[in-house]
């Protein structure tokens, strides 16, 4: 089982990135899918979940800027990131619970089974 993800770089204030998030081992289409970022100095944070036949969840921060989707015939989950500031700046990460958590438990990371490296998005001038 594992999580591959991609896509972040170094992008403008106002700019847009896509991360990609592969899946191996299991299908996505049953998980709890979580993004968490890690930005410096800081703690890692939930910012997006989405569990089965669900709409997705954001934090108020990303909320209106970023959007999860899901590609079932790549096993991919995609995490759109629009206007993007330099408080975004972390490395972000994907993460995986091969079924449905429970409302208490899907902002918690350790309640993730399977993760993605990270991956560093950079937001600046």
């Known amino acids: 089982v594992q999580l591959q993800a991609s896509g972040g770089g170094l992008v403008q204030p106002g700019g847009s990135l896509r991360l990609a998030c592969a899946a191996s081992g299991f299908q996505l289409n049953a998980a709890t899918i979580g993004w968490f970022r890690q930005g410096p100095g800081k703690t890692r944070e939930a910012i997006a979940t989405r569990r089965p036949f669900e709409s997705p969840y954001y934090v108020d921060a990303v909320k209106g800027r970023f959007t999860i989707s899901r590609d079932d015939s790549a096993n991919t989950v995609y995490l759109q990131m629009n206007n993007l500031k330099p408080e975004d700046t972390a490395v972000y990460y994907c993460?995986?619970?091969?079924?449905?958590?429970?409302?208490?438990?899907?902002?918690?990371?350790?309640?993730?089974?399977?993760w993605g490296q990270g991956t560093l998005v950079t937001v600046s001038s």
């Open positions: 993460a995986a619970y091969a079924g449905r958590l429970i409302t208490s438990n899907k902002w918690n990371p350790g309640a993730y089974s399977y």
